[in-house]
């Protein structure tokens, strides 16, 4: 194996531009840890954020610093108390906040973040689906626990995220509702959506009511019409804490507090009404990426992929998401 790899690195925070093409050293594994070779990655609102440096109190980067939290790869080489993976095998994961680094060739992943790739999907359609997918799971499976013959609003159907929990709230046998705009009604109903809301021409809370859950994905400004349109006993799932704006106003460091004060109120005001707002962060898990493997191989969920990139494109890829038109995922082919 090469002693030096290619990785998309960053040497400050900023603009896209700051993502530049390297060689760095290819990293070893330690006790329990994975050397995978990554085929595919892909792209993540998390990763703009921790390029902008959004996140730096809570996930700082020595620099020069490779991101990404998406991969499907083949196995390069195991550390020592490896058991469950053995060099070639095929394998997805999406890493921990504080362990990125799936922009290069080589990453190396604890083991119990790793699971085996599906066999059906090619490793481009792999690496689109571990971070979205987790966090879907951790939504509506873990957050919400939700059961068949319930009623549950996901917001941004479109989405990375939406896309994927759209088919495991139907694969559970719910009622699915979302939202999104008119051109992507079609998509989202063949994804198993039984009513679209057009947000442009509707609000979701004036047309919605008793409902068990939501997935909430657009921030504390949207929480409260959220907890409106559940039951008592609902649920609201949030995967958007404000910290983009928190940090914009408050700077990177005071922004945790400020995020931390509006949820903890969040929580308390939805307790008081009897219901539930719950913030989700994805558990890095192979455990739950082998469940959502098997249904992806039992042909309940299929990837959304909008486009492809090269590795060397990658500053154009973040300034693709970060307009906020992509429909499904962005997928980084790497080898």
Not at 28 to 50: E, H, I
Not at 175 to 185: D, L, P, Q, R
Not at 232 to 250: D, L, S, Y
Not at 260 to 283: E, N, Q
Request: aromatic share 4%; net charge neutral.
């Amino acid at each position: 194996m090469n002693p030096v790899m290619k990785a998309a690195v960053i040497d400050r925070y900023g603009a896209p531009d700051v993502l530049r093409l390297a060689d760095v050293p290819t990293p070893s594994p330690g006790p329990g840890d994975l050397l995978v070779r990554v085929m595919a990655t892909s792209v993540n609102p998390v990763d703009t954020k921790q390029r902008q440096g959004i996140q730096r109190a809570v996930a700082p980067k020595t620099m020069p610093a490779i991101l990404g939290m998406d991969l499907s790869g083949v196995v390069e080489a195991v550390g020592p108390g490896v058991t469950a993976f053995s060099v070639g095998d095929a394998v997805w994961s999406s890493p921990g906040h504080k362990r990125p680094g799936t922009y290069a060739e080589y990453v190396v992943v604890e083991q119990d973040a790793v699971a085996p790739k599906p066999p059906s999907l090619s490793h481009v359609e792999a690496a689109s689906l571990p971070l979205v997918a987790l966090t879907a799971w951790d939504c509506l499976v873990t957050g919400a626990k939700l059961s068949a013959g319930q009623r549950v609003l996901i917001q941004a159907g479109s989405g990375g995220v939406g896309t994927i929990a759209i088919q495991i709230a139907r694969h559970l046998g719910a009622e699915v509702i979302t939202t999104c705009s008119a051109g992507n009604a079609q998509m989202v109903s063949d994804l198993g959506a039984d009513r679209v809301i057009d947000y442009r021409t509707e609000r979701f809370v004036d047309v919605l009511q008793d409902l068990d859950a939501v997935l909430e994905c657009m921030g504390p400004g949207s929480w409260a019409d959220a907890l409106r349109v559940v039951r008592p006993g609902g649920v609201v799932t949030a995967i958007a804490t404000g910290f983009p704006e928190a940090a914009k106003r408050w700077g990177p460091w005071l922004a945790p507090l400020a995020v931390g004060w509006t949820l903890g109120s969040g929580m308390l005001g939805a307790r008081l009404r009897g219901k539930r707002l719950v913030p989700v962060l994805r558990k890095a898990s192979g455990a739950n990426l082998s469940a959502i493997g098997a249904l992806v191989e039992a042909g309940a969920i299929r990837p959304v992929i909008d486009r492809t990139f090269a590795l060397a494109d990658l500053a154009d890829a973040h300034r693709y998401s970060e307009t906020g038109r992509a429909r499904g995922k962005i997928v980084i082919e790497v080898a």
